[in-house]
């Protein structure tokens, strides 16, 4: 068994779940457990706001479970049925995807579906660098060339190949976007953000035609790359699947760049860094956009729609979040201020809004 990653904590008892039925369960599909007489020593990823990971720590092996949080309901962000098939089809193309190793769906093991894959060791690097964790600015610019190589590798897997044509809905990807977006922030808004109109109908009066249509991440974050322990520069691992889908790739970018905090940025921006962006040698997230415009040929005439539906589309999941928080359906302290969040990044998009005239 590998050294246990410095993030993964107790499980929190508000997620807490009845380990010894997983186990059970797990030495049933997994032929390689059922020699486990004892339930693994689980522990609970923190920093992730969506769906629940926990490390599962049986001897000799790391294993993987995700799961929703308690309250929520199977449907885009949380169909973990989905999350297991995308990384199960499109492992014979991308290399880079978690094995996944087994997909529950009875809801008496654990009270909702779930699912269980390997853990790909390698360094996660968070807002801050830690313990013997080292960029020069070289290294830097190099991790970040090879980041967006890894996205023009994903945009360019072969989706009937793979069993994937049925992932999207076709042509309109934009529109469903800003429309879908914006249905979500109107239905998950408290009284104490913004009511991001003027955004939403700027977006709406804005929309570009899709550029094109291929698998997108639609998470794709340096904090959701698993990085070599050895080379730091070299990507191993893609995370964090439930948002995949077929659609413009350029959306997939604008939702990428929205988590790049910049060294320059401003204080309050600087505060919802978490990945280390603002290092020496980092590229800034215009470098960003030409290194992927130079990969692919893709040129965007105006990447303002992108960048500013990035934010508000961060700005939504975000309150969605917090909405749950508000409402008493999480008790996760970490969530107290999401809404401060929100309100900050809908008035950055309104900034950029204003900037481009």
């Given amino acids: 068994m590998s050294e246990v990653p410095t993030n993964a904590k107790a499980v929190r008892e ?8 997983v186990h059970t369960w797990l030495t049933r599909q997994v032929p390689d457990l059922a020699d486990f007489a004892v339930p693994p020593t689980v522990r609970q990823f923190v920093g992730g706001a969506s769906n629940l990971t926990y490390l599962l720590s049986y001897p000799g092996r790391d294993l993987i479970l995700r799961r929703p949080p308690a309250g929520t309901k199977a449907g885009s ?18 290399p880079l995807v978690p094995h996944v190793v087994a997909l529950c769906q009875d809801e008496s093991v654990l009270g909702a579906d779930f699912y269980v894959m390997d853990r790909i060791a390698g360094t996660i690097l968070r807002a801050n660098l830690t313990g013997s964790q080292h960029l020069s600015p070289d290294q830097a610019r190099a991790l970040c060339e090879a980041m967006i190589d890894v996205l023009v590798r994903l ?15 076709g042509p309109g990807y934009v529109k469903r976007q800003v429309t879908g977006w914006s249905e979500r922030y109107r239905a998950a808004r408290t009284w104490n953000v913004p009511r991001g109109e003027k955004v939403m109908r700027w ?6 035609e899709d550029v094109g249509y291929c698998l997108i991440h639609n998470d794709f974050r340096l904090d959701n790359l698993v990085l070599d322990d ?9 995370l964090d699947w439930e948002m995949a889908t077929l659609g413009d790739p350029l959306m997939d970018l604008g939702g990428s760049l929205a988590y790049w905090v910049e060294a320059g940025d401003g204080a309050l921006m600087r505060r919802i860094r978490r990945q280390p962006s603002n290092l020496p040698g980092m590229l800034t997230r215009r470098q960003m956009l030409e290194a992927y415009a130079s990969r692919t040929g893709l040129q965007a005439s105006d990447f303002t729609f992108y960048e500013v539906f990035g934010l508000f589309r961060l700005a939504v999941i975000i309150q969605q979040i917090y909405y749950r928080y508000h409402h008493k359906q999480s008790t996760n302290p970490a969530f107290r201020n999401y809404w401060l969040m929100c309100g900050y990044l809908i008035r950055r998009c309104h900034k950029i809004m204003r900037e481009a005239g």
């Avoid at 508000?14 to 039925?21: I, M, N, Q, W, Y």
């Avoid at 169909?79 to 089809?89: H, I, K």
């Avoid at 945009?155 to 809905?169: I, P, Q, R, T, Y």
């Avoid at 050895?230 to 893609?238: K, Q």
């Fill in 14 to 21: 508000d997620d807490a779940f009845d380990v010894e039925a």
């Fill in 77 to 94: 962000a949380h169909d973990m049925a989905r999350e297991f098939r995308v990384q199960q089809q499109v492992a014979g193309q991308f």
């Fill in 155 to 169: 945009h360019s897997v072969d989706v009937e190949a793979a069993g994937l044509a049925a992932l999207g809905k």
């Fill in 203 to 208: 977006l709406a009066e804005r929309m570009p």
């Fill in 230 to 238: 050895a080379d730091l520069t070299r990507p191993v691992g893609v």
